[in-house]
């Protein structure tokens, strides 16, 4: 059992940055590919980024926001950042942290595990 929690939402204005971090409550953290998610109101959840596991070699981003999300992750704390530059109005929703084994399944958001979300609102 992995448990995930999301913190470093909140408001922010259009251009604006925010980072966010998902801490994983587990002594096998390395083992696991990691992704971030959103949904915004009255939209389902989509992929956003996503890491390998390991050394996280591997990243893959949405189109929309390649070039100014970047995730990345701290075997040592148990953590996966996403850091958001350049936001934008769109980029409004709850934010979640997903976990699997399998690089494949976080890529199709199929994880086995989720953290609680946490809301980012970018502001026109």
């Known amino acids: 059992q992995v448990q995930l929690v999301e913190s470093g939402g909140g408001l922010v204005q259009n251009g604006g940055s925010l980072r966010l971090s998902c801490k994983a409550s587990?002594?096998?953290?390395?083992?696991?590919?990691m992704g971030w998610f959103r949904q915004a109101p009255g939209k389902e959840r989509e992929f956003v980024a996503s890491?390998?596991?390991?050394?996280?070699?591997?990243?893959y981003y949405r189109d929309s926001v390649k070039g100014r999300f970047t995730i990345s992750r701290d075997n040592a704390k148990n953590t996966v950042d996403l850091q958001m530059n350049s936001l934008k109005p769109e980029d409004t929703a709850v934010y979640y942290c997903?976990?699997?084994?399998?690089?494949?399944?976080?890529?199709?958001?199929?994880?086995?595990?989720w953290g609680q979300g946490t809301q980012v609102t970018v502001s026109a």
């Open positions: 997903g976990a699997d084994r399998y690089l494949t399944q976080v890529q199709a958001g199929r994880v086995a595990y």
């Open positions: 890491i390998s596991s390991r050394t996280g070699g591997s990243t």
């Open positions: 587990t002594t096998n953290f390395r083992d696991y590919s």
